[in-house]
């Protein structure tokens, strides 16, 4: 007996037969007495084909155009799935997310939620009615319709769950949970009963695709729990949820990986107040995420700069650095895609010690070179050379987190 | 210099080549210095694909929901189309129909437009945009999404015009203009240079299917021109505009002919007011459209009622039809889809004799037999067998619009 807000992924809904699936798992919900609303992303692949279809018209898309175009998939999915419901005897109404009510700022592809009016969702469930959400999309005050990055589904359905007041936001996806590592690298990984929003979102930064980061970061701003299930099964799956006492017992939670990052290093830079400001403010103009940032100790008044974006945005970063470089007189611009990134993540590590040097061991007996690092309170980060990946993330494990880890 | 509505079809947006066309032709318009609104279709078969699929989910797919599916094809269409003008040096911004401020009656699939608030277009082409707006498509106050009948985009072009009080609305299509009957059926059947909206009205009414009869209605209302022309030639089309007096001297403007339509007979009425009511307003409420009704002369207080639907709308009006005939002591109910209907149209008729004669003759020489007449003041219809149709048309033609029709 609840508000429960449910998510499901575009290989749920990929055609006809896995959206009859989704309508009942969301009855079977329904039926358990619970108000309900689903948030779906576009069917499978779609996305992906209706990019290539603007690139086969222009090289550059204008971006509102193409969040016109993108809009559409999630919208075919609503439809789909409320009348999946109806066929299956019950009351369901589809909103795409400018009727929803979620209200976005104008950065077209990359849009973030400012936040949801949800009178009209609110108004339809009091009848009944299981409501059909549209994820990934928006829409500003203006009427635009706008796409949030890559994965905003997550992100759509907390946020729907944070404007409603929901009890639980459930993230249906085609794995059981959260693990201590990537399944498909360490065999022996093993599911996460709970976690903190904390954890969550430094683990989602740092390369684990279960959950996207922003809309932990949602998550936790409005404490929404989230519950990160397999829509393939019954069994439980991973709370993510404040932190509670118990969660500081364990020192690491988890290793993540991450290849999709590329590396830019700007030597000779200037070593005076300012430089960095400029060019990361240029980076960061461009909605370019940067996640790790390394100056290294400078001699004659020269320093050195390393940082790593996604893959992706590769080439516009260093387009944008090659141009600030040569106003502040940089020697040297280089980058290299074939890094990786190995990261423990875990609470415990507050009012823990010695957990940076017990990686940096794991490494070294692997006989594997670390190129940056980079700590937080509850975190820590090693680049290395891509093809270590695997050896990196099992030996860093099994150090950690296998049961009999020293 | 003026302000121009253009509509292009399914057809003309079916691929990108196309797309880049018809973005060809858009910037040739806005570069003699038009203000410039194009509404577009969804692409190709798009729509008819979309009903399939809806169709592997559900039998009976909700008309709310289908709308919202249905709405996608022609979201995909104005980004596209918006993407190719841009990449050609020009500035274009595409609207939904509800983002275009498009108003319709909430009859989902059946909606009628009531009103265009076009204050959003109008400051966008106060900018110099060209702006791209989806036919076929609007919202209701309520803000749902909405569908027009099939075809029409055409309306949404007119409506768009007559909410911009546009110079013209030029309507693109893959012949050249309206002719004087289906030249794939007359092959001397010539192209008509203007004709009167009366004459137009009827003739989409009757089965001409170049203009959707709404829209013609539309333009009537708000005295918009029409300029039906060819999207692959630049040769002038037909002009579709007030009646003006030169246009009497012809009798008869053109013959058409439907074979999507279907007859049901009641027979065994009681002749007593209040039956057709009770007939016509079940059917009418079920939102299909009757074309053609027929009372005979009744003999022992019972009489025979016979009407045309489309075929489309049979089963549907047949089923309303055998309930209601239950009700009102019906004797025998007949369905036929093996009919069509052949006309011939002018405004000339107002003030000419013999007109029907004529037509009853042309078809009595083939020895063609006639079910059903019905007459208005500038048309007079004949349902015939199906079978006999293009030698009904034939005849009909060369007596009335040959350069030496007697």
């Known amino acids: 007996m609840g508000l429960i807000v449910q998510k499901y992924g575009g290989t749920s809904v990929a055609d006809p037969e896995k959206i009859k699936n989704v309508a009942r798992r969301v009855i079977k919900t329904k039926e358990e007495g619970n108000d309900l609303v689903v948030v779906v992303s576009a069917p499978g692949d779609m ?3 209706l990019i290539d279809l603007a690139y086969q018209i222009t090289d550059s898309p204008p971006a509102r155009e193409m969040d016109v175009l993108l809009a559409t998939g999630e919208q075919r999915s609503i439809a789909l799935l409320a009348m999946a419901i109806c066929d299956q005897g019950h009351n369901a109404i589809s909103f795409t997310g400018p009727q929803a009510g979620i209200i976005t700022n104008g950065i077209h592809r990359k849009a973030r939620i400012k936040n949801v009016q949800a009178e009209r969702i609110t108004r339809e469930l009091s009848e009944g009615k299981i409501v059909i959400v549209a994820g990934f999309q928006g829409s500003t005050e203006d009427n635009a319709i706008t796409t949030l990055s890559r994965g905003g589904s997550d992100t759509s359905a907390v946020a729907v769950a944070a404007g409603l007041r929901a009890d639980i936001c459930e993230i249906y996806t085609d794995v059981e949970g959260v693990y201590t590592a990537d399944p498909r690298v360490v065999h022996d990984a093993r599911k996460i009963s709970s976690i903190s929003y904390d954890e969550m979102l430094e683990m989602a930064s740092l390369g684990a695709r279960v959950l996207h980061a922003r809309a932990v970061e949602y998550a936790k701003r409005f404490d929404v729990p989230i519950h990160v299930r397999s829509s393939f099964s019954e069994s439980p799956g991973t709370m993510v949820a404040k932190e509670v006492e118990d969660m500081e017992g364990v020192v690491v939670r988890s290793v993540t990986h991450d290849k999709d990052q590329a590396k830019i290093s700007i030597f000779g830079v200037p070593d005076r107040p300012g ?16 996640d790790m940032i390394v100056q290294g100790v400078g001699k004659d008044g020269r320093a050195a700069i390393s940082f790593t974006v996604s893959e992706a945005d590769l080439r516009d970063a260093l387009e944008i650095v090659q141009r600030v470089g040569k106003d502040i007189g940089a020697t040297d611009i280089i980058a290299d895609e074939n890094i990786a990134m190995v990261s423990v993540v875990g609470i415990g590590m507050k009012s823990h010690c010695g957990v940076a040097a017990k990686m940096f061991g794991a490494l070294a007996e692997e006989d ?5 690092i980079s700590t937080s309170e509850i975190k820590i980060s090693c680049v290395i050379d891509e093809k270590d990946t695997e050896r990196a993330v099992r030996a860093v494990h099994s150090k950690f987190l296998l049961p009999n880890a020293e």
């Open 368 to 372: 594997i070179n670390i190129q940056m």
């Open 47 to 49: 996305t992906d084909e």
């Open 275 to 290: 430089i960095a400001y400029r060019i990361f403010q240029a980076v960061g103009a461009a909605e370019i995420n940067v």
